[in-house]
């Protein structure tokens, strides 16, 4: 008995079996895919894009029935737009509503200035006559004082060779601050100024390490100079 595989062999036709071309594999057809996204779209750009589509698909033999209907699109295409205008036009109108807004209450502050102006010129320092008028009269202005001496002046190690961390509590009412150093022992002439800050703490530098030295502060403002502070001392690292 023959075999498919015994030699020789052929087909009716008189082909050998062994000659028989294999069939080429089926090739599998891509299948495209729409791309389409409203996400992020203007609304202006949004309403087009969709009147294109309609405009496309209006008479188009590939889709005959579409859904939803175009009709019931083409409505909310329209609906869409009227509402896009009514939001643009009421944007604009309310835009011009705040200028008109700020123009009028330029225009009245301008007013209120000019007559609160009349009545000062006009009482002439009387305060029952400014405030027969409805307004407030000014607090008298209360001179400033020579500040209250510097609390708690403390000195600590400073990362670097030669040099001292100073700090205190701040103070009311200073406009800045004098920081003088005087080796040991200070007396009434040894102190030299070092610093004049605006913050109540300090870096002094330059110092010899393992000398000793002593620290004080005073605020200042315009009233005059405020006492010293306890002075404080330290061994320079």
């Known amino acids: 008995m023959n075999f498919y595989d015994t030699p020789g062999l052929t087909y009716d036709s008189g082909a050998l079996y062994d000659d028989a071309l294999v069939p080429p594999p089926t090739k599998r057809k891509t299948m495209a895919k729409v791309k389409f996204s409203l996400s992020g779209v ?3 750009d949004t309403i087009q894009t969709c009147s294109n589509l309609k405009t496309a698909l209006t008479g188009n033999a590939n889709f005959t029935t579409p859904v939803p209907a175009l009709t019931t699109f083409g409505t909310a295409i329209t609906a869409a737009q009227t509402a ?3 939001s643009d036009n009421a944007a604009a109108a309310s835009k011009q509503a705040t200028a008109n807004k700020d123009a009028a209450i330029a225009a009245l502050t301008a007013l209120a200035n000019q007559l609160v102006n009349y009545v000062d010129l006009t009482a002439n ?3 029952t006559k400014i405030l027969s008028a409805g307004l ?4 008298a202005r209360t001179p400033q004082t020579i500040p209250n001496q510097v609390m708690n002046l403390s000195l600590t190690t400073s990362d670097n060779a030669g040099a001292l961390d100073v700090h205190w509590d701040s103070l009311s009412g200073a406009k800045s601050f004098e920081v003088q150093t005087s080796p040991d022992p200070f007396t009434t002439t040894s102190w030299v100024t070092a610093d004049t800050l605006t ?3 300090t870096t002094l530098t330059g110092f010899t390490s393992g000398s ?3 620290v004080r502060v005073r605020a200042i403002n315009s009233a005059g100079k405020g006492a010293w ?3 404080a001392t330290r061994i320079v690292p």
């Open 199 to 201: 913050n109540s703490q």
């Open 136 to 139: 407030s009269v000014r607090a």
């Open 84 to 86: 896009l205008t009514a």
């Open 125 to 127: 320092g009387d305060e």
């Open 42 to 44: 203007p609304d202006g």
């Open 229 to 231: 502070s306890d002075p």
């Open 212 to 214: 000793k030295l002593w």
